[in-house]
């Protein structure tokens, strides 16, 4: 089956009782068990659900791997990858992460023993210069958040299979989704999202999950859900198979309305830069039009006034809702230093004040771009 069905059929049977085409919602923490440790596949919500098997099924066959697992976020998923690791072990990571990945690995796990080295993920020569005998970890964002640089995840999979230590290769595909790219075909071990972002595509939910094509690993981390027990609600897991069944067409126009708003903003003259994978300047362009189907919704940008102006830009948009979170079908505008990455200011990792991320959503191109346009007008005294 090509995507656009199996995001559709994917995982998601009609229900042999009642033959009701979506997948039911089990909201029920236990299950009747037939004799003594003897149940019909079920025995606690927790450990596993039928809705959320629907779900995992799904994102495994969407992202071309063979086990999925749902989280009650994403950030709950990012920290039960890491819980694979020890005390003492080293991971390399992106400088241009999410602020509350950042905030994870260096505010809380630095404090459990890991140990993080934060590089330049676009440049292999930096990644490869970070590794050390007791790296057991390359954590990846591509497009990263909030620059939007693409790192060649197949070359660095090559670099951490030849080097003595052999760390996972982790990428983060909430910015593509498995529409666009699919990590696990270029060589990494293991994709993590955000399904509150694109995947349930309308804002109205939360929820998190991995996915790896190893079974031995799908063990490790199954444990550590059941464990841990971060796991999402049936409805959530509902919420976010409905959403999936949209997943294509939403990003084909995610991606026309962000091309049409990138040409607009590449032509005004308060902006200093426009940065977008698809766009003609962009540093990776190649490697995205080579790993990614499109460019996505995803699009910042860097105006000439600093952080006053990026704050006057985003408080003057009416279409565009100032608010964190990205991906849904409206669209949304924030500062990120400001904002979703305030827990990086004080770092290496500090974003730039003045730039602005847009989650271009799907209401019409014009509609969107005249909003920029007031909110540019407005600057003028």
Not at 72 to 95: C, F, Q
Not at 249 to 274: C, T, Y
Request: glycine content about 8%.
């Amino acid at each position: 089956m090509r995507f656009e069905t199996k995001a559709i059929h994917a995982g998601q049977q009609p229900d042999p009782l009642t033959g009701a085409v979506m997948t039911p919602i089990y909201q029920t923490s236990t299950y009747l068990q037939d004799a003594v440790g003897k149940n019909r596949g079920y025995e606690y919500s927790r450990t596993g659900n039928p809705t959320r098997a629907a779900l995992e099924a799904c994102l495994a066959e969407l992202e071309g791997g063979r086990f999925g697992l749902a989280f009650a976020s994403g950030m709950a998923a990012i920290d039960t990858v890491l819980r694979l690791l020890d005390p003492g072990d080293h991971v390399v990571a992106g400088n241009d992460v999410y602020g509350g990945t950042f905030r994870l690995f260096d505010k809380i796990l630095r404090r459990y023993g890991l140990d993080f080295d934060f590089v330049n993920t676009t440049d292999l020569q930096q990644v490869r210069a970070a590794l050390r005998p007791n790296t057991r970890l390359i954590w990846l964002e591509t497009p990263t958040n909030p620059l939007l640089q693409v790192c060649d995840i197949a070359a660095i999979a090559e670099s951490a299979a030849d080097h003595p230590s052999h760390p996972l290769v982790a990428v983060d595909n909430t910015f593509a989704t498995p529409y666009l790219q699919r990590p696990l075909a270029l060589g990494a071990d293991i994709v993590v999202h955000s399904t509150t972002k694109y995947l349930g595509g309308h804002s109205d939910v939360v929820g998190g999950a991995i996915v790896t094509d190893r079974s031995e690993l799908h063990e490790k981390l199954a444990f550590l859900q059941n464990a841990v027990g971060a796991v999402p609600g049936p409805l959530d897991c509902f919420l976010v198979l409905r959403g999936i069944k949209t997943l294509p067409v939403r990003m084909d126009r995610h991606a026309e309305n962000a091309a049409a708003i990138v040409g607009f903003l590449q032509n005004r003259p308060e902006v200093s830069r426009v940065i977008y994978p698809y766009a003609p300047d962009h540093p990776q362009k190649d490697i995205a039009r080579r790993q990614m189907r499109n460019g996505g919704g995803m699009v910042s940008f860097i105006v000439k006034g600093g952080g006053e102006m990026a704050r006057a830009i985003a408080e003057n948009t009416h279409l565009f809702a100032l608010a964190e979170s990205l991906g849904g079908v409206e669209s949304l505008i924030e500062v990120p230093h400001a904002m979703t990455h305030a827990s990086t200011a004080d770092s290496p990792l500090a974003v730039d004040p003045g730039l602005v991320r847009l989650s271009v959503g799907l209401e019409h191109a014009e509609d969107l771009i005249a909003d920029l346009e007031e909110a540019f007008n407005a600057l003028v005294p």
